[in-house]
Each structure stands twice: as C-alpha cells, then as structure tokens.
C-alpha cells in the first residue's frame, strides 16, 4: 500500500513549513531512512528521511510551497503497486474525515495546530497537574478521557499510561542533533541522571523510579539512536558522552547522581571523569567497557529479529525470570522495529561499538581510583556481560552481586537497586 | 511513663498567660470594659484583678475609641498593655487607634518608638450574639502592615502565642473565637512561647489539604475523621497567624495532596481563602494541583439571630465533608 510522505512537525511552535529541495524525482526509487526533501524554517533546513522503501510518486509540492504541518507531499508505493495520485490524496481526505482523532501526521485535511503546543480547548479540560504529567511522559491530552467534572483529565487518567510510540514532546525530528530527555519525578535535591542501555529507551527506568525511597529529581536521556533519539555523532562512546552532557547542559544539570545500565553505564562511569561536570555519585549496574567479552549472539539475534516470536528467545536471556522484564521492555523492542530508521541506527551503532561481537571501548582505567561514592550492581547470572568483568576494579568501588538475578537488575531486583541508589546518593550528598 | 499533660479551658489558658506576663513583667497591664470585677464578658480576665489590684487590671469606659487610644498611649510610653473588646465587632470603633496610629507610629518614626500594644479580640458566630457580635473580621486587620494578626486554635497555642505576643515589640491583634473558651486541651506549665509567624500541621493526609483557622480548625479535624471512614485522608494545616502569612507550609502541604480546600468564617468573598488559594496560585504547587482549589467561607449577608440561619450562615463539618470528599473524588 502507498505510504503517504508528509511534512513533519520539526519545531514545537511550528504550525506550517516552507518545502526545502527534493534529493529524489519523481519516480525514483528510494530506501526508507534516505534522504528524501528539506523543510525550510526561520532557523535552519531540516532534511527528512524516507518513511518506507519503494518509488517516489505523486510528487504534489515544490520547493517554496509553504504547507500545514502533516500535509501529504507525496507517496512511496510498492515497485509494481498502482498508483493514482488523485485516489489517494482522496482516499487520505477520506480516512482524516472518518477518524477526526487519527494522528495529525496522517490527516491532510487537519487544519494547522495552533502555535501553542496545547490546545485552548485542552487548556480547559485538563488539571495542572495532568497537563504536567501529560507533558512529561509525551502523553497527548487531547487523546485521554477525563473522568473529571465536564470530562476534565485529572492525574489518576494520566498516570498509568505508557507513552504512545514515537509521541516524545521533545522527539527529535530529521537533522535534529538533540537528544531526547524525560524529567521522570521531581524532588528535592541534586537530579539523579538514568542512562540506559544497548536497545532499550528512558521509559525503561519508570519502574524502578517508583521504588526510590524519597522523592529525588530523576531525569532520563534516550541515547543516539534510541527511543527518541536520533543516531547522530560517529557511534563512539566519547559522541555518546559529549551527546549526553550537552543534553544535561541544555536542562541545567551540572552536578549529579549517575546511574547508567549496561552500555549506559559504562556512558556514566565515562561522564563522572570529564572535567567540568560535577558527577556526586556513580551507580553502575550491569556495566559494559569493564572488559572485552559481550554475547554477540545476543546483540546479533536481537538486532536481526523482526516480530515478537523471533525477538522473544532472545529478550528471554535477559532475566533471570522473564517476567520481571514487564511487558514494557518488549514493547519498546518490538516498537522499534515498527519504526523506521530505530533499529537500523542501533544495528549501525553496535557495528560500531562492539566490532567482530567485542567491546571495543573500556572504562576500567576511568574507574581505577574513584573519588566520587561507586557502586556496582550486577547479576550472577548474567548472560549478556559475564559479571567477573567487575572484579579487579579499586577497593572503594562496592560490588552488589544478586544471586539469581541476570543482566537487568534494575527490574529484576527493584526495590533492592532502588535502595542502594538512595544509598549511594545520600553518601554522595 | 511520663504523667498525661494537665488540662485547661482556652480561657483559662488566656489567663494563665496573662497572669504569667503580670507576674513577670511589671510594665504589662491589662485594660478593657467590664475586665474588673466582672471578669470580662466571657470570664477570661476571672479572678486576675483581685490577684494583681486595680492598677494592673484596669476597668475602662465605654468607649472602645478612648480605651484602645489609652493602650496605644500607653504602650508608646513604655508600659505593655493587653486590651480586651468584649465583642471584636466593637474594634470598629477603634479603628483609627488600632490602623491609622498604633500599626504606623513605628513606621513613621523611623523605627525611634516601639507600640507593644495586644488587642484581644472575642470573635465569630455560634452565641446567638446576631449581626452586630457576631462577624470574623480578621482579614481587615491582616490587611494592615504594622500589624502582627493571630488566630490561636488550641489552648496550648493561644497561651504560648499570648506570651509572645505582649513580649512582642509591634502591636498583636488576637482573635479568640467564643465558642472555644470552653475547649479543653493540654497546656503546660509555666512560661513558653509560640512563634507568631508558623502555620501548624494538625493531620497528615495524602488525598487533600484542609486549610482553617480557629473553630474552623476543629471542625475540619472533626470532618476528617468522617472521611477517614470514607477512605480519605485530609491534611489539615491550622494557619494560626495571618499576618505574617505562613504560606510554605500550605505550599508543602498542597504539592503533597495535590488538592486544597480554604475553610473559614468571615464572608467568603475578599477573606482569608483568597489568600490561601492565590499563594498557592502563584507557587510552584500549581503544576501539582489535580482539582480547583475550593473555599467554604460565610455567607454573603450579616450574621442572623435565628439558631437556624446562624448555623447556616457558616461552614460547618458537614459542609467541609462533602466539599472535601468531592475535591478528592474527583468530581469538584
């Protein structure tokens, strides 16, 4: 079926856009994830990608034609698919009219969004605080039902939803170099910094941020190529660590509580030795960069898998128990897969990283003579990094090693990790 | 195992204090009609002219004007005086002695005097006293910079607020409401002070704030034992002092709950509540808000004589367990 190409909303305050060049004609054949059109805005042009693989046709807005945000520029259609302009822009106006709710990236005839990212009719039906938590977890407002007096959203509709797919407020769009960020609690005090690992996203710490014992400020970065990131810089960990303190930088945050997963780890244990950044303490759980082995067969099976039944096996050497994972970490993997470009960044990152299936960056020597409070966590039982790599590190390093407990301790053990971060970071004051 | 706390009236908490200050402090006096021998419209002064003589327990005529004017006089010159209206409504009279004189001569005088005058002040409906002895007019005075305003809920804290107040350098209004001279509550001995500038947590709760001042204090504390049957736990802040506004506690308190509710007897429009809501409005706590903040106050009319009307005219804890149980429901 043809895949409508639309304009996407770059900007937040962005109602309409002025179309950029064309890097394809009519009729050419493209990959998903090319190059395929800029969008001109007051500040720079941003370039976006090809939605799907296929044949550019019904071109239907040049270079200079300023549009509303979400509409359709043209299609991709299948090699051999037909294809009839006409029918799909109708067929596009159609489906917009039997679905006013459908996503705005999708309806051609939606009228522009106005400046403001809430709407004034949101405005009225949302309490302050749904509209905060709203904000935070890149929920739509206009999309929640209200249990409130005149269908007004009240925190109880908004807190137990995941984010929606691709729905970050702050999603970066094409040419788009910044990371996307998530204030998961407010608090008192220095932020605690969540940094995930290989394949997973920021929404992967909401769990264990429910169990932390008092309300501290727990912010999260999506990595390069992950979540609602985009994959930018060259892969190597010194980008990861300059993407991510820029994003830090950006929020305020000079001085923090580290706490990084796997690859995320060892970005923290990286990001507590640059000069200028003030890490208070350093939790690393489950750490990559201590020592050369990984298991490839994992990364390479992960990255290949395409549906739930090929990814399963593999999710499945995470824990210990698989059920501690929760469903949200194969939704997450599953939904990247849906989406363009995700999983073909972090096939390109891992090629990067971890060349002929080995960790090609190391923070051993970084962790040889710590002066900020250090703990790691990791699992006995651990199949994706062998937990010996902790060993050898400098005395004042704490080592918390769960018997039964795989590479995710984070889920796997919650409450015990959640009281060893307050912990940490109380040592780190 | 420590001995329970002994046990006073409001009242007799009143004048323990003022007996404490008498006792320790030769400069304090006390004035007001009726005071003397008659022991005070609502027998708080009692017995105290016999225990200090007349000199220090000082009957006044009946002229709020010329008494207030006298403690004003009085207080620049160095004695400490403690004035008592028989109803608060009566402070009307005295209004340019307690506004335009004592709540400005310091200013005026760049800091040289001192006016370390209290104005104690019988308030509020319940009596039977109707539209004339009746009102709770403590938002006027909490409008005056100059001015330290207290509303003590407790036996306990209308002592240690007394004390502090006539040791107070500035000119104290405090308001007592009648119906809780009768109240009893633990009070311990001797001389302590309460801080005239501190709201106090009387509950903790997590599904909303109840903020009241004096009777409204206990009958928020009465509604939420109601709603705890209910599964909802109110917290209730106990403003205390007016002016200084404590409003950091209400602020912690409503980022906790996520929903305030403002109780209190005067007339609901322009009162203490529009306080309440507008510095949580204007803090950090409104993107914590869940609901509409909601206020109880008096109705829009005078105070009326039928028992009825009377009750009707200001919130009671029935009021206070619906508003509340609707803010944390959901359906306010």
Known sequence: ?429 | MPQAMRELTFAEAIREALAIALEADERVVLMGEDIGVYGGAFQVTGDLVERFGENRVIDTPISELAGAGVAVGAALTGTRPVYEFQFSDFSMLAMEQIVNQAAKIRYMLGGAVHVPVVFRMPTGSGLGGAAQHSQSLEAWFAHVPGLKVIEPSTPHDVKGMLLSAIADPDPVIVFEHKLLYKVKGPVPEGDYRVALDKAALRREGRDLTIVATGIMTHRALEAAAILAGEGVEAEIVDLRCLRPFDGETIVASVKKTTRLLAVYEGVKTLGLGAEVSARVAESEAIDYLDAPILRLGGVEAPIPYSPVLEKAAVPQVEDIVAAARSLAQGRA
């Open chain 1, 1 to 429: 079926m043809a895949k409508e190409v639309v304009l996407p909303r770059v900007d937040m305050d962005m109602a309409t856009g002025k179309m950029g060049r064309w890097f394809v004609a009519e009729g050419e054949r493209v990959r998903e994830g090319q190059l395929l059109f800029e969008i001109a805005t007051d500040k720079a042009a941003m370039e976006v990608e090809a939605p799907a693989s296929g044949l550019l046709r019904g071109v239907r807005a040049k270079a200079g034609d300023e549009l509303p945000v979400g509409a359709v520029v043209g299609w991709i259609v299948g090699e051999d698919e037909e294809f009839d302009p006409d029918m799909q822009a109708l067929a596009g106006e159609l489906r917009a009219l039997l679905a006013p709710s459908a996503s705005r990236a999708e309806a051609p005839a939606r009228p522009a969004p106005p400046a403001s990212s809430i709407a004034p009719d949101e405005r009225g039906r949302a309490s302050p605080l749904a509209r905060r938590l709203a904000r935070e977890r890149g929920l739509d407002l206009a999309e929640i039902a209200g249990s409130g007096p005149n269908g007004r959203v009240q925190a109880r509709d908004v807190e137990f939803r995941e984010p929606p797919a691709g729905a970050e407020p702050q999603r970066a769009g094409a040419g788009e170099t910044r990371l996307n960020r998530a204030w998961l609690q407010t608090g008192e005090g220095a932020p605690l910094v969540f940094l995930h690992g290989f394949g997973a996203d920021l929404n992967g710490w909401r769990p264990l941020v429910r169990h932390l014992p008092t309300p501290r400020p727990a912010f999260a970065v999506d990595l390069p190529g992950h979540g609602g990131s985009p994959l930018v810089g060259e892969g190597s960990l010194s980008a990861l660590v300059a993407l991510t303190r820029e994003a830090l930088a950006e929020e305020g945050i000079d001085a923090a509580h580290l706490v990084g997963h796997s690859l995320g780890a060892a970005v923290a244990a990286a990001l507590a030795a640059e000069a200028g950044f003030r890490a208070l303490s350093l939790m690393l759980i489950a750490p990559a960069g201590l020592g050369p082995e990984i298991n490839w067969a994992f990364l390479a099976g992960f990255l290949r898998a395409r549906s739930a039944a090929s990814l399963t096996p593999w999710m499945r050497l995470l824990a210990v128990d698989p059920a501690s994972l929760g469903a949200g970490l194969v939704e997450t993997a599953l939904r990247q897969r849906e989406e363009g470009g995700l999983l073909e960044a972090q096939t390109r990152l891992a090629r990067a990283l971890f060349p002929d299936g080995v960790q090609a960056f190391g923070v051993r020597h970084l962790l040889a003579d710590p002066a900020i409070p250090t703990k790691i966590v990791v699992g006995a039982e651990d199949e994706i990094i062998p937990s010996r790599q902790c060993e050898g590190l400098s005395g004042r390093i704490a080592i918390h090693r769960f018997a039964g407990v795989g590479h995710m301790p984070h889920l796997e053990a919650q409450r015990e990790v959640a009281r060893l971060i307050e912990e940490l970071a109380r040592a780190g004051g």
